[in-house]
């Protein structure tokens, strides 16, 4: 039994990761019916981004540990989303009219040049965060030890998503992003600056998937320039899985996956960990073709 | 104008057939490469360009191909030339038993479980399913085709062997692009409703073009297989079902002569960017973004149906 609780910590703080990427994916599959392959490049290049921080400033030895994470946390995103920004200026703007699937190819082609770009920088081989971070002691919980880092990996992240849930539903601008997700034309109309809304959103889902990247840093200890292709397909199956375009779809879809995969791997087969996520997807596609909290679309005529 | 694009095609096909004499052999191989992605290409075109079904894991077809031409060949010493219609065969059944009930998925989700299916399969291969896949090494050992007796084995001998599956490829699918099949096909793309609405079966439409495409594939591995006489896992990793996608969207989705330019560029490319070594890839991925944005609909994008006006006395007797 205590094995099992310790394989539902573990995939429920992997599967929040699965949902803060997932996040990415569904916002800006909500507002431009684009599967942004790119995102998970994005990704990679925040927990890159992370392991350059930390070497260079050492803010958690100038500022003390817990500032200094949030601090990094920040930085990170910050220059994440930034990068976010200039990819879709760069790839996908240009082909907002286009049809949808050209947009995919752009979308494949901006995929390989970031990977390649890290690749270059960082060089092909695994490269490690410092170890001293977070200390490596597990806490008591109910007689289940569970690591520190999970549990910042799980409070970090249900944190960021709950924020992300409040904008969207309480504030203005959340209420435009929404709009536009729904009918842009409709929503021009409403005078909603629709482009705006399209850059927030690859402002707001790049700082997530960046954010997922430094926590998967933090919490494995080693980062390649090729983990953005398996997290990214996990994370964009989790969205489907949840009903894409649905926020708290992606949320619920990210931990579902995440607690499958690791009770399947611990309970099934390891080797078959990569492929769980998928028959999970085709089996609840078969049995709900939007996914779990999708709508049904009625066909226009 | 017709006229003139039957010499520019019959300059190109004679450059071609004579190519293998002033080349080496290495260039050789990597026009038998571009052979091999433009029949893959053309396979995929069915399905992505005239059905409109995002598909994103080709590979998976093109694997089944050459898993059973190397399984069948190293077990029992079937020739590999007469598992042509075996691999067509079991890869457009594993089409058909997994696109049955996912073929009515909207766009979106069916590009998911394609890159899904792919991914399955080629874990299923390393981990050595059934015990006939080898793992992670692959299958090794499968012998050369043979054509009456005469076996082939060197690159511009493949050269011939691929071309003409090439234009055998060209000429069926040219047919099939003009046929009932070819226009109902399209119609569903361009509009499911109204096609529906026209007596137009379309999950049965998108169903065949599903398989069809998967079988062609199935083909073309078995003749991968031969070609390589070993295959592994990796042969058939996601990266291929990309780069046969961006072959069909960049050369232009729906046309043949697109498809030959796409897979031209996308094979002959990286030769020529060889120079750059590591960045290759880098300057590729730019490339990929670049040509998107200057031809959104590709480079050579299908051309419009045209049909001529039937003549004033016989109107509405126009067959």
């Not at chain 1, 990679?44 to 946390?73: D, Q």
């Not at chain 2, 498809?259 to 120079?275: I, K, N, Q, S, T």
């Amino acid at each position: 039994m205590e094995e099992f609780f310790q394989q539902l910590t573990n995939g429920l703080a992997v599967g929040s990761i699965y949902a803060l990427i997932a996040l990415g994916y569904t916002m800006v599959y909500g507002v431009l019916k684009l599967i942004n392959f790119a995102h998970g490049d994005l990704f990679t290049i925040g927990a890159y981004l992370g392991m350059t921080l930390l070497a260079s400033f050492a803010l958690h030895e100038t500022i003390g540990p817990f500032l200094g994470l949030i601090v990094l946390a920040l930085m990170v995103m910050g220059l994440v989303a930034i990068l976010g920004a200039i990819v879709e200026r760069t790839a996908y703007r240009p082909l907002r009219e286009s049809p949808r699937l050209s947009a995919v190819v752009s979308a494949l082609g901006a995929s390989i040049f970031l990977q390649n770009a890290v690749m270059l920088i960082y060089g092909a081989r695994f490269q490690v965060y410092p170890e001293d971070l977070i200390p490596e002691t597990s806490i008591d919980l109910f007689g289940l030890y569970i690591p520190v880092v999970r549990i910042l990996v799980l409070f970090v992240s249900l944190a960021l998503m709950a924020a992300l849930f409040i904008f969207i539903q309480k504030t203005r601008i959340g209420t435009a992003i929404r709009a536009a997700a729904i009918d842009q034309d409709a929503a021009r109309l409403m005078g909603i600056d629709v482009n705006r809304v399209i850059l927030l959103v690859f402002l707001i889902g790049p700082a997530l998937g960046g954010a997922a990247g430094l926590l998967v840093g933090l919490q494995y200890g080693q980062i390649n320039f090729t983990m953005g292709w398996t997290y990214g397909m996990k994370a964009f199956t989790a969205a489907i899985l949840g009903g894409i375009g649905n926020i708290p779809g992606a949320m619920l879809g990210g931990l579902i996956l995440g607690v499958i995969e690791a009770l399947g791997s611990a309970y099934i087969s390891i080797a078959w960990k990569d492929a769980i996520a998928f028959f999970v997807l085709i089996l609840i596609l078969i049995v709900r073709p939007t996914g779990l909290l999708g709508e049904r679309v009625a066909d226009k005529i | 104008m017709k006229d003139k694009s039957m010499y520019i095609y019959g300059g190109i096909f004679a450059v071609l057939a004579v190519a293998p004499v002033f080349l080496n052999p290495y260039w050789v191989d990597v026009l038998n490469n571009v052979g091999l992605y433009a029949i893959l290409g053309l396979s995929l075109n069915l399905i992505v360009g005239h059905a409109g079904l995002f598909n994103l894991g080709h590979a998976a077809f093109f694997a089944v191909g050459a898993y059973t031409a190397a399984i069948l060949n190293t077990l029992y010493g079937i020739p590999v030339l007469w598992l042509l219609p075996v691999c067509a065969l079991t890869a457009g059944l594993f089409a058909g038993i997994i696109a049955r009930p996912i073929i009515h998925l909207r766009g979106d989700y069916l590009c998911i479980v394609t890159i899904g299916v792919g991914e399955i399969l080629r874990i299923a291969l390393i981990n050595d399913l059934f015990g006939i896949t080898g793992g992670p090494n692959g299958i090794f050992g499968i012998s050369r085709p043979t054509v009456f007796g005469y076996v082939i084995r060197k690159p511009h001998e493949f050269y011939y062997l691929i071309g003409t599956f090439l234009m055998v490829t060209i000429f069926l699918f040219h047919r099939l692009e003009n046929s009932r099949f070819g226009r109902a096909v399209n119609y569903v793309r361009e509009d499911e409703t109204a096609a529906e609405g026209s007596g137009i079966n379309a999950s049965h439409y998108k169903l065949a073009v599903f398989v069809l495409g998967a079988a062609w594939a199935g083909m073309a591995g078995d003749i991968f297989a031969a070609k390589m006489t070993i295959i592994a896992p990796e042969s058939f990793n996601f990266w291929e079902s990309v780069v046969m996608f961006a072959i069909v969207i960049l050369g232009g989705s729906g046309s043949i002569p697109g498809v030959l330019l796409g897979a031209v560029l996308f094979v002959g490319l990286p030769e020529v960017f060889r120079d750059f070594a590591d960045a290759r890839m880098l300057i590729f991925g730019a490339a990929m973004v670049v040509m998107m944005i200057v031809r959104t609909e590709g480079i050579l994008p299908q051309r419009p149906r045209t049909y001529a006006l039937p003549e004033a006395s016989n109107a509405g007797g126009n067959p």
